[in-house]
């Protein structure tokens, strides 16, 4: 997800941000839909990870790292070309990486909220999400964990998991609710944080 006011890239609280300073705006190692070469991998179902340690951990270092330049709360493995079950987040308490997430149990009534995606810069849309998520996912060692998310959390897992499954936000958004952000928007969206 990107990081403006939207699911994919506001923080869940006034205010808050990952980083106290973000780096400038760089989403060139992100994978754009319908314009990267090798764009099709964002419509695949990923491959399970198999193989957990050091080699997983520096994709995430990785992914982090084109995370942050691109001013995202969240990214999948796709969204930078490699077709497996990872991805990561920030809903504000830290980075968190997901490997082979799988979504157990949805309640709450569905909510909607806009989103935006890294891989469709400038496009947003409103997207119904239920509010409270179980999910089981394993870290970089291979610990399995289950555990609930609510809130903004659980739409930007829910978001990230979709591209997993080759799915987009376009794909579940209100048609009517798409729009493209003007170039003031964006600009602002990508301002240096004070």
């Keep these: 997800m990107s990081s403006s006011a939207t699911a994919e890239n506001t923080p869940p609280r006034e ?6 300073q973000l780096p400038p705006f760089d989403d060139s190692r992100v994978v754009k839909y319908k314009e ?3 764009w099709e ?3 695949r179902v990923a491959d399970p990870v198999v193989e957990f340690g050091e080699p997983l951990k520096a994709l995430v270092a990785e992914m982090i790292d ?18 497996i079950r990872l991805c990561i987040y920030d ?25 935006g995606c890294l891989s469709i810069p400038g496009l947003r849309g409103n997207v119904m999400r239920p509010n409270v ?17 609510t809130e ?8 990230e ?9 376009i794909d579940k958004a209100d048609p009517k609710s798409l729009h493209m952000l003007s170039q003031q928007e964006i600009d602002e969206e990508h301002a240096p944080v004070e």
């Design 152 to 159: 903004f959390e659980a739409r930007v897992i829910q978001h």
């Design 133 to 149: 998520i179980t999910v089981r996912a394993w870290d970089t060692e291979g610990r399995d964990r289950i555990f609930k998310a």
């Design 15 to 20: 205010g808050a941000r990952r980083t106290p």
């Design 161 to 169: 998991i979709d591209h997993l499954d080759g799915v987009l936000f």
């Design 91 to 115: 809903a504000g308490d830290g980075v968190q990486a997901l490997v082979n997430p799988k979504i157990l149990k949805a309640r709450g009534g569905d909510v909607p909220m806009e989103e």
């Design 41 to 43: 991998v964002l419509r």
């Design 36 to 38: 990267t070469e090798g």
């Design 66 to 83: 084109v995370m942050v330049h691109a001013h995202g709360c969240g990214l999948a493995a796709p969204q930078i070309g490699r077709s």
